[in-house]
């Protein structure tokens, strides 16, 4: 699997966008970029996942540049809730063989400011 | 549609006591994954479970077994627990097996003392 690299801290304020990037230089043509996030205590939440075009849902944006060596998450109105460390993995996406686990880096820790 | 649930979402445990944690999918859901998470090693895959059958396992002793029901709810058993197996134990569902967008539960904190 591609390596990821996530600076591992960013602040942002309360209502403007998050903007996360995330490294993945060595992703290959199969791989798919994944993003999820862990707020303290809790369980990880899946956010959002793409291959090349960018995708959008209810929660966030993800833009994967045209070489798919980068990609940035984007919380559009971060609010305090989205304080969490958010984690971007890459991955071939349904393989067939039984899922081998997802495994997170250190991620990027999210902290919004009021 | 209900998330995923996990049960009992706190335990504590002696050494050398066995313990068994349940899971519930997502409805629709047919795969149910266990991880074990620690401030030190992380997030570690332990096994895939879907239409009851075991799809993989990661690097885990024997110690730690799973099961699926027809319902798709999944179990899993950690035996002769020792201290390092304090944890938290997650749980998470998907709707296809190999998938990667899976739903995680809140997790069963064990401490084994």
């Known amino acids: 699997d591609a390596k990821t690299t996530q600076p591992p801290s960013m602040d942002c304020a309360e209502g403007r966008a998050a903007n996360l990037p995330c490294n993945h230089s060595?992703?290959?043509?199969?791989?798919?970029v994944y993003w999820y996030r862990q707020i303290h205590s809790q369980g990880p939440q899946y956010i959002i996942h793409?291959?090349?075009n960018n995708e959008t849902n209810e929660m966030a944006s993800l833009i994967i540049t045209e070489d798919r060596k980068s990609s940035t998450l984007i919380l559009p109105h971060a609010t305090l809730r989205d304080t969490a460390v958010y984690y971007c993995i890459v991955r071939v996406a349904n393989s067939g063989g039984g899922a081998d686990g997802l495994t997170f880096g250190k991620g990027t820790h999210l902290i919004i400011q009021p | 549609k209900a998330g995923v649930t996990q049960t009992p979402r706190y335990l504590i445990k002696t050494r050398g006591q066995q313990v068994t944690l349940s899971c519930s999918p997502i409805s629709g859901h047919r795969s149910v994954s266990w991880y074990q998470q620690t401030p030190g090693q992380g997030l570690q895959f332990l096994f895939e479970y879907f239409s009851e059958t075991q799809r993989n396992k990661g690097n885990f002793p024997g110690r730690f077994s799973g099961r699926q029901f027809s319902n798709s709810r999944s179990e899993m058993n950690v035996s002769t627990l020792e201290l390092g197996d304090s944890a938290l134990y997650l749980c998470?569902?998907?709707?296809?097996?190999?998938?990667?967008?899976?739903?995680f539960g809140p997790g069963t904190r064990l401490t084994v003392t």
């Open positions: 998470a569902s998907s709707f296809r097996t190999s998938s990667y967008e899976q739903y």
């Open positions: 060595t992703i290959s043509g199969n791989e798919y």
């Open positions: 793409g291959l090349k």
